[in-house]
Nanobody, 124 residues
Framework: QVQLVESGGGLVQAGASLRLSCAAS????????MGWFRQAPGKEREFVAA????????YYADSVKGRFTISRDNARNTITLQMNSLKPEDTAVYYCAARNSFLVLTTSSDFGSWGQGTQVTVFS
């Protein structure tokens, strides 16, 4: 089972950028599809982005496409989420997640390992 720790959240003004990181340990990182999800108060957890084991393919929710970029470094066991042009509706707790499979899916129940989450707050 892989352990995940997120960092990089914060309070920013609309239009600003933030970079989230997720450090993995305890398993063969390159065996996992990795993803980012978020959960706003009173809402269900939603898919944000995912990346294949090799890092060659990425997938995004329509709401963040063109603004967010997911990447991974298998040598350092890390993934990042670069978030640009942030909007107040991006405010949420952001979670890093791992799926022990080659297949990329975008439902939270398909990911077996989760970090503790990091808060992102965007004010207008």
């Amino acid at each position: 089972q892989v352990q995940l720790v997120e960092s990089g959240g914060g309070l920013v003004q609309a239009g600003a950028s933030l970079r989230l990181s997720c450090a993995a340990s305890g398993a063969t990182f390159s065996s996992y599809v990795m993803g980012w999800f978020r959960q706003a108060p009173g809402k269900e957890r939603e898919f944000v982005a995912a990346i294949t084991r090799s890092g060659l393919s990425t997938y995004y929710a329509d709401s963040v496409k063109g603004r967010f970029t997911i990447s991974r470094d298998n040598a350092r066991n890390t993934i990042t989420l670069q978030m640009n042009s942030l909007k107040p509706e991006d405010t949420a707790v952001y979670y890093c997640a791992a799926r022990n499979s080659f297949l990329v899916l975008t439902t939270s129940s398909d990911f077996g390992s989760w970090g503790q989450g990091t808060q992102v707050t965007v004010f207008s």
